[in-house]
């Protein structure tokens, strides 16, 4: 699937990158993602995804925002508020933005009955749900499926953020990643989605290019009050009921 001439122009200075090239944008043409929700993470994952050239995106997020979504949810709109899912405004939004991408609207938050058919669709997964229930629903069938899966979450200006491979990394069972804190509504603020949401778009374009070093067997920690990040290392062992428990190493 070679680039045509406006795709060479539009994604010009990202082909310029070093070892980045037509090669890697031709990838990223023929790969699909999912992004759940479509809010303060899952906006800006997927727009800097359209913006980036990826050929798919398919958008999941169940009923319409709140007032109170609206700190952070920047692919949403003032006049749909309490009327129409995210998933709706994201994709009218990217496709404004690149025109040539395709875009699956699916106006459903991600449960048991869906979740198989979501994951089958695409090539990465992006894991920005508020709810652990969703986020270990997308573990599993990632695992069972074998796709990788970026997992990005905030909290007040906490972040964090790692990429998942099944058979190479932890899985999210694994990492026990959980909080009795994180109920909704949880403090947030939106600087600290967007920050998080736009690396959790450079995981997956790292993950589809194969250009660079993905979030493998690491923790991206973002302390927002004093724009510090860490990483912490996991490992993968055979014990998890899913996939294998990590021992965390400072």
Not at 181 to 194: M, N, R, S, T
Request: charged share 20%; glycine share 10%.
């Amino acid at each position: 699937m070679d680039l045509n001439s406006e795709e060479k122009e539009r994604f010009g200075w990202q082909i310029m990158i070093p070892q980045f090239g037509e090669e890697s944008q031709k990838k990223l043409k023929q790969s699909s993602a999912l992004v759940t929700r479509v809010g303060g993470l899952g906006g800006p994952a997927a727009l800097f995804l359209a913006m980036a050239g990826i050929g798919k995106l398919v958008l999941a997020h169940g009923g319409p925002p709140i007032m109170g979504q609206m700190n952070r949810m920047i692919l949403a709109r003032y006049d749909t508020v309490g009327k129409i899912s995210p998933a709706v405004t994201a994709s009218d939004h990217i496709k404004q933005i690149n025109p040539t991408i395709e875009t699956v609207v699916i106006e459903d938050n991600v449960h048991p009955s869906n979740v198989e058919s979501m994951v089958s669709q695409v090539d990465v997964v992006l894991d920005c749900p508020p709810t652990f229930e969703e986020r270990y629903l997308l573990n599993e069938e990632c695992v069972r499926q074998e796709t990788p899966m970026v997992e990005a979450s905030v909290c007040g200006l906490d972040g964090y953020l790692t990429s998942l491979k099944p058979g190479i990394t932890p899985c999210l069972d694994c990492l026990g990643f959980t909080s009795p804190e994180w109920k909704l509504p949880f403090p947030i603020l939106g600087a600290v989605a967007g920050t998080i949401g736009s690396l959790a778009a450079m995981e997956a374009i790292k993950i589809i290019t194969g250009y660079g070093t993905p979030l493998y067997n690491q923790l991206l920690v973002l302390d927002g009050r004093s724009s510090r990040t860490n990483k912490v290392k996991v490992k993968r062992n055979d014990h998890c009921q899913t996939c294998g428990k990590p021992v965390y190493i400072a």
